[in-house]
């Protein structure tokens, strides 16, 4: 008697606990338990030079600036393992300049991180470290089948707060939007609260899959936070893990907004698209079928805005990559699939010569004027054999690839800006493209 008395009495004092726990287990809470381990908090280190305001002095030795103290400057972000060896998703902007970069992974362990490569249009970068046992790793999803409105969760490390968890809806797939005079392409909406210190930290469907990577909030919003689709990111990745960087590619496709008499004059009855003005010769759009005066309507499954979207989003697929179109020609729409080729040394240089006028050579840490096309925009500027072209936009130019692929990364353009050295003196030139 007395022990079914005892064996009653812990049954009483057990049983609500564990049926609380079964009833408050959500699949948020499955998520985080299932993926938490796989995201990481990162650390980065910058040594800058800081120009500090003196005395009359210390102004006389050092110059009008003062004296100049060396500075570490520290940042933080997040970032999510992707497979047990231990690569690490995360953004650019995290850690771009830094000189060191360090992991803290989930059981508290910090590792040294080397940075594999990196894209700044894109805002991706793929880090790795080394562990003496696998490391947890989140699943990849997709971002093909996203509905508007399903739940989704992020986790990061806003404000230095490691293990932090939100969550939300899906607010809009494929949003594009213009702030700071930059224009940010395809992103992946959300009101899960995202905060300074979640870029990088990825974004989660209840199945614990990744569809995005947390990238950016409107400042002053409130539920308003972006991050970068799935399939995008592994397209991106796969380029940084393969080559370090992201190969520029060749489409082939000059296109101009839509304007309601051009509208009118190829019947298309929206506001919304890109025509395209011409198709580059041998090139990819041409061998796919890709005529002048056909409408880009969807690129990858969505609507395309305008001239602008259509370039910016075609600089997300790295040569190789399948592009999937819908084009509209003659009153119907025409689906088909290119597929980027990478630009050639040759096709740069070619680019250089037509729309600059320039060709150009290593000299002293920079480039200088090999020769100057009769009649280019070089020629009208005055540039001359022998000048240097020290930057081009905000590259500074080391090398003869260097300006190959900032240029072919700007071609779109409707401008470049390139310092020009001559006699000590620096010049600002701004080129139309």
């Known amino acids: 008697m007395r022990r079914a008395m005892v064996l009653a009495v812990a049954l009483l004092a057990t049983s609500p606990v564990h049926a609380d726990l079964a009833r408050r287990r959500s699949a948020v ?21 800081r120009r500090m305001r003196g ?97 989704v969760v992020a986790i ?42 979640n870029s990088g930290g990825p974004l ?3 199945d614990g899959e990744v569809i995005g ?11 308003i936070g972006f991050a970068i689709p799935v399939d995008k990111v592994r397209r991106i990745v796969a380029e940084l893990r393969s080559f370090g960087k992201v190969r520029p590619a060749w489409v082939g496709i000059n296109a101009v907004d839509v304007t309601p008499t051009l509208a009118r004059r190829i019947g298309w009855e929206r506001s919304e698209g890109a025509v395209v003005e011409s198709v580059d010769p041998a090139s990819p759009a041409a061998a796919a079928g890709v005529q002048p005066g056909d409408v880009v309507a969807e690129l990858g499954g969505s609507p395309v805005q305008d001239a602008d979207e259509l370039q910016a989003r ?10 999937p179109l819908v084009l509209w020609r003659d009153g119907r729409k025409i689906p088909l699939t290119l597929t980027p ?41 005055g540039i001359d054999r022998g000048d240097l072209i020290v930057r081009l936009n905000n590259v500074a130019l080391d090398s003869v690839e260097t300006f190959r692929e900032a240029l072919v990364s700007a071609r779109n353009a409707r401008s470049v800006l390139l310092v020009v050295r001559r006699g000590g003196r620096n010049y600002l030139v701004t080129f139309r493209l």
Not at 29 to 49: M, R
Not at 163 to 183: E, W
Not at 213 to 223: D, K, L, V
Not at 366 to 381: D, H, I, K, Y
């Open 156 to 197: 990061g490390s806003p404000f230095g707060l490691t293990k932090t968890v939100t969550s939300g809806v899906l607010s809009a797939v494929a949003r594009s939007f213009k702030a700071n005079d930059q224009l940010y392409i395809d992103f992946l909406q959300t009101d899960a609260a995202i905060n300074p210190g």
């Open 204 to 206: 989660l469907n209840l």
């Open 29 to 49: 809470v499955d998520v985080v338990q299932k993926v938490g381990p796989a995201v990481v908090f990162i650390g980065t280190e910058q040594v800058v030079d």
């Open 341 to 381: 080729v990478e630009f050639s040394a040759q096709q740069m240089d070619a680019l250089a010569w037509d729309r600059l006028g320039l060709k150009l050579v290593p000299s002293r840490g920079a480039l200088a004027v090999s020769s100057v096309r009769p009649g280019s925009q070089a020629e009208r500027f």
């Open 314 to 323: 075609l600089r997300g697929y790295p040569a190789k990559a399948a592009i």
């Open 213 to 223: 990577i947390n990238t950016a909030i409107f400042n002053g919003a409130q539920g």
């Open 55 to 151: 005395s009359q002095l210390e102004e006389f030795f050092f110059g009008e600036g003062g004296r100049r103290e060396r500075q570490t400057v520290q940042s933080l972000g997040s970032g999510v393992i992707i497979d047990a060896g231990g690569t690490i998703v995360t953004n650019d902007h995290v850690i771009r300049g830094a000189s060191a970069v360090h992991v803290v992974l989930a059981d508290g362990r910090q590792l040294d991180a080397e940075v594999v490569g990196a894209d700044a249009a894109n805002d991706l970068a793929v880090l790795r470290v080394a562990s003496k046992t696998p490391l947890p790793a989140a699943r990849l999803g997709t971002s093909a089948d996203l509905m508007i409105g399903e739940t």
